[in-house]
């Protein structure tokens, strides 16, 4: 940062406000104010500084679509293993040579996978898809993009974080990248990456220098979604436009506050987890580790560890996490379906409410994924009352939606499909959870195909269409174009359809008793039922994937080709991001900031089809919302 | 050749959705809002045929495949995780139902159409109120139903229940039942090698008669409790038949009490299946072997379990007599303890 740029007019009281090459700060009454060279457009920026303005940018708008781009990067590779997996348990006696070619031929003698190769792959799919995809894909995109321009800030608090935590988080990745072409491998140790299995080196191959990988990587992940968390509620709290009360402000920044909060108060603890690990690991410490012989190498020397003390760190962070990856799309999903159906979000102060309730609650139900751990059944009967209490929350959602909908006067784009479909796969996968939140039932489902099938339906692919939700819906805003239509249809209702395909029949395995991270189920005469339920589920598995390339191809071909945007406002929308120039330019807004006059949610209001939250409240209107 | 064949064919048929779709675009775009609508209303029409086929499907696929689902419980306590498993069924099932029903109707009936504006309908706290009740009325039973079993489930066991210990290792499963005395000997972990697997301290006279087979014999009709720890990683005690899952750790021993109630010859004739035999499995990722820890399982009546326990020796007498391990040991050595085989029978 050169002493030119500070010199930009900045006032003492922000010093954050200095980085920013365009510099606001905020007056005596809370309002931002921008000091710009005006007309500074992006295509000028683009000749002036190509690495400034695309590599190391503070734009928030431009950061969100790094984030969303090495997110879409991410989820080819995570789904691509998945396929590569179910390849096995589907068709297992293909051969797929070309492991051997990327891998190496150690990995797959013949083109047959080894069962090592196979745990390495189901760890990396969940690793990489919960937390590279459905939390920095999903939350650093949406949060980043409309933070300020939905509060109607200029950028983020501070930029220079927000760009060190995209930064971050690209680290994170290329260590968890370059982890495959080790000797050893990727860590291959499941992604909840439970020690003993994980502590000691010699217990498997997917416990070598791959895991040691895995655990700096996730190390950098968590600095870079600290750094991010941290900024978004700063800006939410700080940065609002005159008039955009809290109570004013759509449930999509709602739901990125919320999960900001949850991410920085869990993801410490994941930290200090994996740091007693490395110790466990690298300097013979025993946090973790008491009694233990392996096999062709003898006793090892730790005494007096809890193997259960990683469990509880490790979901005090991992069930918080799947509410961070489910909020967002909450959020998102309650804007599109306001939006697209014409009507206010019914209930926006319950929806408020139940996040609210939701996220509260999300920190004192970890143990629901260890009733079968050997815990005290008391604890446990502790755990299944708060548990089930987060049904009643998620249930006054799923209401509140299925009742914007009703009387509605529905635009289906393809937002407005993955919405709807958001709703139905919550739907499904949220009752599925109260199986499985009841220990009872737990004692017989636990570690079967059942709970794969309930959250990759409940958090994987419902989370995936809250993302895929908000790209078909604000790609608008962020390159002035429009993805194609047709194309969108078509993507989500073989997603749609495929996913229940893949998912709906692994509670009929589950119920069998099916054990989930099976290379194969061939050694079991209870298990080997479901070959030819099995070969349907990869079919649809593949199907769903080919699906996902063509979004990748509308994606990339929209952003130059597609049909462009030619009015401020394409979805007739009330949040004041459309009140920016098609192509909003670091700063966001040309002149002075919009300021905010009613709630978010106005539509069909007195015989309007919709009131944007720039039009001052008319006199004697009433409002519903605070 | 099948690949590249598969490839090209997969391209062309991408490339043919992206041509009809952008012609379809261009048409939309010069139809405008007309076009909107058409959209709108056979995605209508897509969401109302998608949600009666889904329930549809949904009944009938499970219909179609219970007979691939695990059969009767085996053990008493399984009948109450089956009862639980139903009652929660049911009241979901109805929720479910309805939910997606109406989900997929109003996707239907209110598409867009020309001139209407959507209802203003922002709130209303009486059905806010409604739809936090009657859930949590709902939970509030599963809660109560739920617990009343996990209690009996997990209480302490009766005080005549056998034991037996089940280890877990890199790959495959020991277990180790008590000798005559009906009391298992202590065990050490520093004790283990390559023989005494579970590291048994024949120090202590109650481990002299214990016996370590390769399958699990239970006695249908008396209550077990299943001693589980596990040598190296975390491995998980599954036995989907009786119910029972429960991790296996190091360092930290857990327990299951349990009563088999279906022996595994009742179990091949309700099955009607001649090769139907109980498994253990292990249920928690271990490494390389996992999907081959596998121990078979079988449920005797009276006369078959004293058969088998008949045939059963010591280990110490099998493994362990006039080895060199056996110096490892002052008790034995001083020949102070009987192992005389053959009297394993009594009281167990």
């Given at each position: 940062m050169s002493t030119k740029d500070l010199h930009h007019g900045h006032s003492e009281q922000h010093a954050g406000a200095a980085i920013t090459d365009h510099v606001h700060y905020q007056d005596t009454e809370g309002v931002i104010r921008f000091e710009a060279d005006h007309g500074h457009h992006d295509s000028d920026r683009n000749k002036k500084n190509f690495i400034h303005t695309y590599i190391f940018s503070t734009d928030h708008k431009m950061i969100g679509k790094q984030f969303l781009i090495t997110g879409i990067i991410w989820a080819i590779i995570g789904g691509g293993l998945s396929n590569i997996f179910r390849m096995q348990l589907g068709f297992p006696d293909v051969p797929l040579h070309f492991i051997g070619t990327i891998f190496g031929d150690k990995w797959a003698p013949g083109g047959k996978m080894t069962p090592d190769f196979y745990n390495m792959l189901i760890t990396m799919h969940g690793t990489i898809l919960v937390f590279f995809v459905l939390t920095a894909g999903l939350s650093g995109t949406f949060a980043n993009l409309l933070i300020p321009l939905?509060?109607?800030?200029?950028?983020?608090?501070?930029?220079?974080?927000?760009?060190?935590?995209?930064?971050?988080?690209?680290?994170?990745?290329?260590?968890?990248?370059?982890?495959?072409?080790?000797?050893?491998?990727?860590?291959?140790?499941?992604?909840?990456?439970?020690?003993?299995?994980?502590?000691?080196?010699?217990?498997?191959?997917?416990?070598?220098?791959?895991?040691?990988?895995?655990?700096?990587?996730?190390?950098?992940?968590i600095v870079s979604s600290l750094l991010g968390g941290l900024n978004y509620i700063t800006t939410i709290l700080n940065l609002r436009t005159k008039g955009m009360s809290m109570s004013k402000l759509p449930l999509t920044i709602w739901a990125l506050l919320i999960t900001a909060i949850l991410g920085l108060l869990s993801f410490p603890v994941l930290l200090g987890a994996a740091i007693l690990l490395i110790f466990d690991r690298?300097?013979?410490?025993?946090?973790?580790?008491?009694?233990?012989?392996?096999?062709?190498?003898?006793?090892?020397?730790?005494?007096?560890?809890?193997?259960?003390?990683?469990?509880?760190?490790?979901?005090?962070?991992?069930?918080?996490?799947?509410?961070?990856?489910?909020?967002?799309?909450?959020?998102?999903?309650?804007?599109?379906?306001?939006?697209?159906?014409?009507?206010?979000?019914?209930?926006?102060?319950?929806?408020?409410?139940?996040?609210?309730?939701?996220?509260?609650?999300?920190?004192?139900?970890?143990?629901?994924?260890?009733?079968?751990?050997?815990?005290?059944?008391?604890?446990?009967?502790?755990?299944?009352?708060?548990?089930?209490?987060?049904?009643?929350?998620?249930?006054?959602?799923?209401?509140?939606?299925?009742?914007?909908?009703?009387?509605?006067?529905?635009?289906?784009?393809?937002?407005?499909?993955?919405?709807?479909?958001?709703?139905?796969?919550?739907?499904?996968?949220?009752?599925t959870g109260i199986f499985l939140g009841n220990s009872s039932i737990d004692i017989q489902l636990h570690d079967t195909y059942f709970i794969v099938a309930h959250f990759h339906i409940v958090m994987g692919v419902a989370a995936f269409f809250g993302m895929f939700a908000g790209v078909y819906h604000w790609f608008p805003k962020m390159y002035g174009r429009f993805m194609n239509r047709t194309i969108g249809f078509i993507h989500f209702w073989v997603t749609f359809v495929g996913s229940y395909c893949i998912f709906w029949p692994m509670h009929y395995q589950g119920m069998a008793g099916v054990p989930r991270r099976y290379y194969s189920h061939g050694a079991f005469e209870s298990f080997n039922k479901f070959g030819a339920l099995s070969e349907f589920i990869t079919i649809a598995a593949i199907v769903v994937f080919l699906a996902q390339l063509l979004f990748v191809f509308n994606f990339l071909y929209s952003m130059y080709r597609g049909k462009k945007v030619t009015e401020l406002n394409p979805w007739k929308s009330n949040t004041i991001e459309w009140t920016t120039p098609i192509h909003p330019g670091h700063g966001n807004w040309d002149g002075p900031l919009p300021e905010v006059h009613r709630g978010p949610y106005d539509y069909g209001k007195d015989g309007e089809d919709f009131i944007p939250q720039t039009v001052p409240m008319r006199p004697g209107e009433t409002t519903h919302h605070g | 050749m099948t690949t590249y064949l598969v490839i090209a064919a997969l391209l062309l048929i991408g490339m043919l959705v992206v041509q009809i779709s952008k012609a379809n675009e261009y048409i939309n775009t010069l139809r405008g809002e007309d076009a909107e609508l058409d959209t709108d209303k056979i995605n209508g029409v897509l969401w109302l045929i998608f949600t009666i086929l889904f329930l549809v499907g949904i009944v009938w696929s499970t219909w179609y495949f219970s007979p691939l689902f695990l059969p009767e419980s085996a053990s008493e306590h399984g009948h109450w995780i089956d009862t639980m498993f139903n009652i929660t069924l049911i009241l979901t099932g109805i929720v479910f139902v309805l939910t997606q029903a109406a989900l997929g109707w109003f996707a239907w009936k209110y598409h867009g159409k020309k001139g209407k504006l959507g209802f203003y309908y922002?709130?209303?706290?009486?059905?806010?109120?409604?739809?936090?009740?009657?859930?949590?009325?709902?939970?509030?039973?599963?809660?109560?139903?739920?617990?009343?079993?996990?209690?009996?489930?997990?209480?302490?066991?009766?005080?005549?229940?056998?034991?037996?210990?089940?280890?877990?290792?890199?790959?495959?499963?020991?277990?180790?039942?008590?000798?005559?005395?009906?009391?298992?000997?202590?065990?050490?972990?520093?004790?283990?090698?390559?023989?005494?697997?579970?590291?048994?301290?024949?120090?202590?006279?109650?481990?002299?008669?214990?016996?370590?087979?390769?399958?699990?014999?239970?006695?249908?009709?008396?209550?077990?409790?299943?001693?589980?720890?596990?040598?190296?990683?975390?491995?998980?005690?599954?036995?989907?038949?009786?119910?029972?899952?429960?991790?296996?750790?190091?360092?930290?021993?857990?327990?299951?009490?349990?009563?088999?109630?279906?022996?595994?010859?009742?179990?091949k004739k309700k099955t009607n299946n001649p090769n139907f035999d109980y498994e253990l499995c292990c249920d928690y990722l271990c490494g390389k072997g996992h999907s081959a820890m596998k121990m078979m399982v079988y449920v005797d009546t009276k006369e078959q379990y004293q058969a088998w326990l008949q045939k059963q020796k010591s280990f110490y007498e099998t493994a362990i007599k006039g080895t060199d391990e056996e110096k490892k040991f002052k008790v034995a050595a001083t020949g102070t303890v009987s192992t005389e085989s053959g009297n394993t029978q009594t009281n167990l």
């Open positions: 939905q509060i109607g800030a200029r950028d983020m608090a501070s930029p220079v974080l927000n760009m060190l935590s995209y930064w971050f988080f690209f680290l994170a990745g290329a260590v968890m990248f370059t982890s495959f072409f080790l000797p050893s491998g990727a860590a291959g140790v499941s992604w909840v990456f439970y020690p003993p299995l994980s502590a000691i080196r010699s217990a498997a191959v997917g416990s070598e220098t791959g895991a040691d990988f895995w655990l700096i990587s996730m190390a950098l992940f690298s300097m013979g410490t025993s946090f973790y580790l008491d009694k233990i012989y392996i096999s062709g190498i003898g006793a090892m020397p730790h005494e007096g560890g809890n193997p259960i003390l990683y469990q509880h760190l490790f979901w005090f962070l991992g069930h918080p996490e799947v509410y961070i990856v489910i909020l967002p799309a909450f959020g998102i999903v309650s804007e599109v379906l306001a939006v697209n159906s014409r009507k206010p979000i019914f209930g926006y102060r319950a929806m408020i409410l139940s996040m609210l309730a939701i996220a509260a609650l999300a920190f004192f139900v970890w143990a629901h994924h260890m009733f079968v751990t050997g815990l005290n059944p008391f604890v446990g009967s502790v755990f299944v009352f708060l548990t089930l209490l987060i049904a009643i929350p998620s249930a006054i959602k799923v209401f509140n939606w299925i009742t914007t909908i009703w009387r509605a006067n529905i635009r289906y784009t393809p937002a407005m499909m993955f919405s709807v479909g958001f709703v139905s796969l919550f739907i499904s996968g949220g009752l | 922002p709130e209303n706290n009486k059905l806010e109120m409604i739809w936090t009740v009657v859930p949590a009325i709902a939970l509030t039973i599963l809660v109560v139903v739920g617990l009343y079993y996990w209690f009996r489930i997990t209480g302490p066991a009766s005080a005549d229940a056998r034991v037996v210990e089940i280890t877990g290792k890199q790959f495959n499963w020991l277990v180790r039942y008590p000798g005559p005395d009906g009391k298992l000997g202590t065990n050490n972990w520093k004790l283990i090698d390559e023989t005494n697997a579970v590291g048994i301290d024949f120090n202590n006279k109650d481990g002299l008669d214990d016996v370590m087979p390769t399958e699990l014999h239970f006695e249908v009709n008396k209550p077990y409790l299943l001693k589980i720890g596990a040598r190296d990683v975390i491995h998980d005690v599954g036995l989907p038949h009786f119910r029972i899952h429960m991790d296996a750790m190091p360092g930290l021993p857990t327990h299951f009490k349990f009563t088999p109630t279906i022996t595994t010859d009742e179990m």
